[in-house]
């Protein structure tokens, strides 16, 4: 039998609005396999989003959803988590949304280490919006507002959420899509913030304005900047110069936030 | 006898046409039509599921023989 998706997709919302070509949908069904794999169960899971093209699968999966203001869904999934804190709360957004305009909720997420598993889809540009520069558009590329070139450096989200406290980070693209939903299973199993960085494409917004002739010039990229962990520790900084890690890039045990919370209730009870 | 290790269901209505499929296929079983894939290569599948794995818009199943 081939893979159950359709059961944790909302009935008639096939096909999805995404572009043809956009990896949104790989890591969809990358999430929907981690879901399976951690036994997350429907009525206790809530997918929080805000806005964006990959803020879009909320309304795909059939599950508690939460679709929120630009930049706030780490915010509103805080609360989720505060107010149940059995629940497992998983946020998906887009690289502008949680570097950018939600840069602020996303560290002190990350800070306090609250258990929630936040996964970004770093298609490197605004798509949905109408392909304006993010925080991750590569330096030099081409966006809608930068068409003479981007002369920003680039945010490397995984060292941000290792700074900022998150306690596992890790990194896959959509071309390694059987690695996807590893890397998820392994963040939702984590107890503390787990953020999951997907380098996607966008061939829309990004690809068509950056000299990528096709969907697949767009993933062989991908498959050609992407190095494993294990992979990277035998390369010099030469061989490395260009590539991104991909793997488990970071993970430490530190005390959990709605834990803690739940010690100052009970201290504040006199308990 | 067919050498397929699965057989390959196309779901037409969900198929953008981006050819990721196509692509990446190691045995170059599919191939597009028009604007949808196809299968051209039934045969040769050796069910490694890239294809599935790989297609954004849940237009691929391989069911494995």
Known sequence: ?271 | MSGAKAEIEIIERNCKGCSICVEFCPTKVLAMDAFVVKVENADACIACMQCELRCPDFAIKVHKL
């Open chain 1, 1 to 271: 039998m081939a893979y159950d998706y359709e059961s944790h997709i909302r009935p008639g919302k096939l096909p999805h609005i995404w572009c043809p070509g956009c990896g949104h949908g790989i890591v969809m069904k990358g999430m929907i396999r981690a879901f399976d794999a951690c036994g997350l169960k429907k009525e206790n899971t809530a997918i929080v989003s805000g806005i964006g093209c990959a803020s879009r699968m909320n309304g795909y999966m059939d599950y508690n959803t939460l679709h929120t203001a630009h930049g706030r869904a780490a915010a509103f999934a805080t609360g989720v988590k505060m107010a149940k804190p059995e629940m497992d709360v998983i946020v998906v957004g887009g690289d502008g949304d949680g570097t950018a305009i939600g840069g602020n909720h996303f560290i002190h997420a990350c800070r306090r280490n609250i258990n929630m598993t936040y996964i970004i889809l770093n298609n490197m540009i605004y798509g949905m919006t109408g392909g304006q520069f993010s925080p991750c558009t590569p330096t030099g590329d081409k966006a809608s507002t930068t068409v003479y070139g981007n002369p920003d450096p680039t945010f490397d989200i995984a060292k941000l959420a290792i700074g900022a406290g998150a306690t596992f980070v890790a990194r896959g693209t959509a071309f390694h899509a059987a690695q996807i939903d590893k890397l998820i299973a392994e963040g939702i199993k984590h107890n503390g913030l787990a953020v999951i960085e997907i380098l996607d494409d966008c061939p829309t917004t990004y690809g068509r304005r950056n000299k990528f002739r096709s969907v697949v010039d767009m993933m062989k990229r991908l498959k050609d900047i992407a190095v494993p962990v294990a992979a990277a520790a035998k390369m010099t900084p030469e061989q490395l110069e260009g590539k991104v890690l991909t793997g488990i890039l970071h993970k430490e045990e530190r005390p959990e936030y709605t834990e803690q919370y739940a010690q100052v209730i009970s201290r504040a009870k006199g308990a």
